[in-house]
């Protein structure tokens, strides 16, 4: 079978863990040079091996997506080392943050929604701008955004997040519309709740797992599950795709709950 990437310079951000991770390492081994980016050094480092000890080719490069010097020193080294980059798979995020800080904005701190909106909103902003720039140069590209289905439906207690992702999702259709004459493609992936790392550590009661269960039609959703329509969309195969928000959710945008989710997900163990 034919490496459906292969050749293409991959920057992941968030790589370290969860779907990142996954992301990295599945466009490695369809043949992706791929660029490790995460403020998670040792945990980058660990992908970054992981990738190499596979056959892959893979770096790691520390970035930071609240720092503006942070993402423009990435975007260089990238193109110090490879010449050009065709994929962005932007996938930055503190789940801890989200899931323990976030509240209904009646009581909600102002820190929290500037520092969610800084991360998830304007750290996207960042990345697209100075790798699209990139990219306009080349002619060529695909950046792909992580969203989630709760910026499409509402999920309450989540309302800082989901307002961040919610830009992120009306950004990747404008932001297309900008640069497809440019031959860039920019899509979103709006997935729901993920066995990430971090998340498995958040549902850590039954009645949690239950819950979470309930909420899908197919069993909750594993990183290496997402990571091949990531693949899709940084490969030639999806080159008339392009402002696509796609929901990755087990179903869980096919019916309606009435649930608590933020609230059965923090119930003492």
């Known amino acids: 079978m034919s490496e459906r990437v292969a050749g293409k310079i991959a920057v992941v951000t968030g790589a370290a863990s969860g779907m990142g991770r ?3 390492t599945l466009l490695a081994a369809e043949g992706a040079k791929v660029v490790v980016a995460d403020i998670n050094e040792a945990g980058g480092t660990r992908v970054t091996q992981a990738i190499r000890d596979a056959g892959g080719e893979a770096a790691f490069v520390p970035l930071d997506v ?8 990435m975007v260089q080294t990238t193109l110090s080392h490879y010449g050009r980059i065709d994929v962005l798979y932007h996938n ?4 801890r943050f989200v899931n323990e800080e976030d509240r209904r904005l009646t009581e909600l701190p102002e820190e929290t929604w500037e520092r969610m909106l800084d991360l998830i909103l304007t750290g996207t902003f960042r990345c697209c701008k100075y790798v699209g720039r990139q990219m306009i140069a080349q002619h060529s590209g695909s950046i792909i955004l992580s969203a989630t289905d709760d910026a499409l439906i509402g999920c309450a207690g989540l309302d800082a997040y989901t307002a961040a992702k919610g830009g992120v999702i009306s950004l990747t259709r404008s932001f297309a519309a900008g640069m497809g004459k ?3 493609r920019v899509n979103a992936i709006c997935p729901s709740f993920v066995s990430t790392e971090s998340q498995l550590a958040w549902m850590k009661t039954d009645q949690a797992k239950t819950a979470m269960a309930a909420l899908h039609l197919l069993p909750v959703a594993t990183p290496e599950q997402i990571a091949p329509f990531v693949v899709y969309l940084a490969s030639d195969e999806s080159c008339v795709v392009t ?5 990755i959710d087990s179903g869980y ?11 059965t997900m923090n119930l003492p163990s």
């Open 22 to 24: 996954a992301g990295a």
């Open 66 to 73: 609240r720092s503006l010097e942070s993402v423009k020193a």
């Open 92 to 95: 930055a995020v503190d789940v």
């Open 182 to 184: 440019e031959g860039v």
């Open 243 to 247: 402002g696509g928000v796609f929901p």
């Open 253 to 263: 945008m096919a019916f309606k709950a009435n649930l608590d989710v933020m609230g």
